[in-house]
Nanobody
Framework: QVQLVESGGGLVQAGGSLRLSCAAS????????MAWFRQAPGKEREFVAA????????YYPDFLKGRVTISRDNAKNTVYLQMNSLKPEDTAVYYC????????????????WGQGTQVTVSS
């Protein structure tokens, strides 16, 4: 079992930045890949970023490359999502998730999810 708690969301103006955090507990943190997803009202959940067990590999969708950075601190059992140049269309609930395995595999099942943190970007 893994418990995930996101934090760092809030209201920010367009062009601003936010850093989200996701603290994990349970299984050894360095034994699995981590990912961030988001879901806007009325839309499907979409992939935002992922990172391998040791931070050596990162994954981003093309439409977010250059604006988001995922990182992890295994000593603190925490994964981060730095978001810059935020746009109103980035408004969503952001979730972190665990994927069993050392490296992220797209479309493979995510095993554990956090409760989400709301990000709202005003124009």
């Amino acid at each position: 079992q893994v418990q995930l708690v996101e934090s760092g969301g809030g209201l920010v103006q367009a062009g601003g930045s936010l850093r989200l955090s996701c603290a994990a507990s349970g299984r050894p943190f360095s034994s699995y890949a981590m990912a961030w997803f988001r879901q806007a009202p009325g839309k499907e959940r979409e992939f935002v970023a992922a990172i391998s067990w040791n931070g050596g590999s990162t994954y981003y969708p093309d439409f977010l490359k250059g604006r988001v950075t995922i990182s992890r601190d295994n000593a603190k059992n925490t994964v981060y999502l730095q978001m810059n140049s935020l746009k109103p269309e980035d408004t969503a609930v952001y979730y972190c998730a665990v994927q069993s395995g050392y490296y992220y595999i797209p479309r493979l099942e995510l095993n554990y999810w956090g409760q989400g943190t709301q990000v709202t970007v005003s124009s």
